[in-house]
C-alpha cells in the first residue's frame, strides 16, 4: 500500500473505532442481594470516547443525526460532480467537529481545560443505577455486583483516555486508596475492563501489587491492539470485499438499509465509490492528516499506551515523521510510554510472583474493521483476540487453524471449532476464550457475567480445571448466556 494512502486512512479507522466502542443497552431487572463478606469489588471500566463532558455537563463529543444526514448528502452530491477536494473537505471538517471540545496541544495541554470524565468517587449505593446506559460492558457488571451483593461494596473507576498511563496509575492509585479507606479494607477485587487493562497494569508497573486480593482482565488491553498501533502507523488498508461483508452484517437490523448495501454492491456501485474515496485520500493526504488526525490525537498519551510493543517504534516514526521539532514535549512523553509498553510481560511477572489471584478472559467471532492490515483476524469487535488472550494463536476469520498451527498442541487447548489454540497465551490455563462475546462482555443478567462475577470472587486462584462450568472455552447466544459449541 502506498505510504500516502496509508497515512491518509488513519481518519476513517479513528472515527469508526469511536462508534464500535460505544456499548450497547441491554435491560435486565436487578437480583435480590446475597450476604457478602469479601473484599470490595472495584470495576475499573473500559475506554469511553463519549464520556467526556464539558463544565455544563454537556458530551464533549457529538455527532448529531441532522449532521450526518448532511455529511452523507453532500458526499453523495460531490460523489456524482467527482469533487474528491469537497469529499475531503467533508471529512476532515467531520474529525474535527467530533474532536473539537477535546483535542490537546503540541504540549498535551487540553484545548478545554473544563472538560473531564464523571467521576464515582462513592460505592454504587449512592447511584441510580436503574437505567439502559448501565446495562452492558463493564457498567453492566458493575451494576450486576451491586445487584448481587449490595451497592456498598461495590466500585466504578472511569478515567481520562488522554492521560498518560503514568497519570493514570496515579489517579487509580488515588481511586483505590480512597476506596481502602471508606471500606476500611486491606485488599481489593478488581476487573479490569478492555483499556481498563492497561491502566491496571500502569498502576502495578509504578506502584507494585499489595493493595489486590484479585485482579482479572476482562477484553484486557493492557497487551494493545493492533489497530490502534494500525492507526497511529499507517498500516491500514480498505478491502472492497471486507468493507462490503462488515456493512452487510452490521446493519442486518435495518432492512432497508441492509437492502441498499447489497444493491450496491450488486451493481458494482460500492467498490466504484470506495475506489474513488481512495482516490481522494491519496491526493489529498496532507490536508487530512495534518488538519485532523495528527492535530488532534498527537498527545492523547492514553492512546499511545495501547500500541503494541512490536508496532511501537514504527508508529512513532511514522506519525512525527517531518514534524519532529514541533513535538519535542510529546515525543519525550511518548519515550517514557514505550517503556512502559514493553514490560508489560515484567509487569504480569510481578502478579504471578505474588500471591495475587489473576486471569484473562478473552472473546472472538466477531468482524475486526475491515480498513486495517489486520482486519481478518478474529476478535471481540474492538480488539484482536491475540492481543486479550495474552498471546493465543487464531485463525482468519472464516477459517480454522491450519494442521500446522495445531501441530503438537494437546486436544483441550485448542477450541472445538477449531479456531483457537490457546497453548500459546501467556497464562494459558488462567485465561478463558469465550465465542461470539461482545468486547468485554457482561451485559447485566447474563450467565457470562456471573462466570466474571465467579472469578473475582474467588478464595484461592482459579483456573480452567477449577469449574466445570466455566471450561477454558466456552460459547454464549446473543444475550450472552451460555450454550454448546
Known sequence: ?????????????????????????????AEATVEYDGDPLVVVRGIDFAGLVDENGNKAITVEAFDISNIFLNFALNYVKKDKNAIINTITSLGCDIFKNVKLDKEGNPANPNVHIPKFPL???????????????????????????????????????????????????????????????????????????????????????????????????????????????????????????????????????????????????????????????????????????????????GLWALIPDEEFDAAVDFFFDGVEDEYTTALAEIAKIRDFVFSTEETMAKLEASDVKFGYVSHYNARQLPIYSGFRAHGDGVLETDRTSGGAVVADFGKTLTAEQMAGVEA??????????????????????????????????????????????????????????????????????????
Not at 460492558?137 to 492521560?163: C, H, I, P, Q
Not at 487509580?172 to 491502566?199: H, Q, R
Request: proline share 2%.
Open 1 to 29: 500500500m502506498n505510504k500516502l494512502l496509508k497515512k491518509s486512512l488513519s481518519v476513517i479507522l479513528v472515527i469508526l473505532m469511536i462508534a464500535t466502542a460505544m456499548p450497547m443497552a441491554f435491560a435486565a431487572e
Open 412 to 485: 483441550e487447548y485448542i477450541s472445538p471449532d477449531k479456531v483457537v489454540n490457546a497453548k500459546t497465551c501467556l497464562y494459558a490455563d488462567r485465561t478463558w476464550i469465550v465465542k461470539n462475546a461482545g468486547h468485554v462482555g457482561c451485559k447485566d443478567g447474563s450467565d457470562h457475567t456471573d462466570f466474571a462475577i465467579w472469578l473475582i470472587t474467588q478464595d484461592t486462584q482459579p483456573t480452567v480445571y477449577t469449574n466445570p462450568d466455566y471450561p477454558r472455552f466456552m460459547n454464549c447466544d446473543a444475550n450472552e448466556n451460555f450454550i454448546g459449541f
Open 123 to 301: 460505592s454504587a449505593d449512592n447511584y441510580d443505577l436503574s437505567g439502559d446506559e448501565w446495562a452492558d460492558t463493564a457498567v453492566g457488571l458493575y451494576r450486576s455486583l451491586a445487584n448481587k451483593y449490595g451497592g456498598e461494596n461495590v466500585y466504578l473507576y472511569t478515567f481520562d483516555w488522554r492521560m498518560s498511563p503514568d497519570k493514570l496509575a496515579d489517579d487509580l492509585k488515588s481511586y483505590l486508596d480512597n476506596v481502602k479507606a471508606e471500606t476500611g479494607a486491606d485488599k481489593l477485587d478488581v476487573a479490569a475492563c478492555s483499556m481498563g487493562g492497561m491502566i491496571t497494569t500502569s498502576y502495578i508497573y509504578k506502584y507494585g501489587t499489595d493493595i489486590f486480593d484479585s485482579v482479572f482482565f476482562f477484553s484486557g488491553a493492557h497487551n494493545g491492539g493492533h489497530i490502534v498501533g494500525s492507526a497511529f502507523s499507517g498500516d491500514l488498508v480498505i478491502d472492497n470485499n471486507g468493507i462490503t461483508e462488515f456493512l452487510i452484517a452490521k446493519t442486518k437490523g435495518n432492512f432497508f438499509v441492509n437492502l441498499l448495501v447489497k444493491l450496491l454492491k450488486a451493481f458494482g456501485i460500492l467498490k466504484k465509490i470506495v475506489n474513488f474515496v481512495n482516490e481522494a485520500l491519496v491526493e489529498y493526504k496532507d490536508k487530512i492528516y495534518a488538519d485532523f488526525l495528527r492535530e488532534c490525537l498527537a498527545t492523547a498519551y
